[in-house]
């Protein structure tokens, strides 16, 4: 018999799967739930943040951090989560920098 045929005298299996009734198994019986997740967050993410000050806005943040003020909406969408308009930013904020 070839070694890639089911031989039941032969037959080694890989850590955690099972025979069962000549058929391999995947055995979950370790498998936990969890809310934890290894997923990056969606779109480009640099771990940077920007504390607002008074004054600030927007395209003044988006210039010091890309050079250019043009990139603001960047900087707006990656915190939709906390701004619903790109003019109304408060100091104290904390805004993620894409």
Avoid: C
């Amino acid at each position: 018999m070839s070694p890639t045929r089911k031989d039941p005298e032969n037959l080694t299996l890989s850590a955690g799967n099972r025979e069962t009734h000549g058929e391999r198994k995947a055995d979950f019986s370790k498998v936990t739930g969890g809310m934890g997740s290894t997923a990056k967050p969606a779109g480009p993410e640099t771990g940077r943040s920007h504390t607002v000050e008074k004054g600030d806005t927007l395209s003044a943040i988006s210039k010091q951090y890309y050079g250019s003020a043009n990139r603001w909406e960047e900087i707006f969408n990656a915190n939709r989560d906390q701004l619903d308009d790109p003019d109304l930013i408060q100091p104290g904020q904390v805004l993620r920098i894409p």
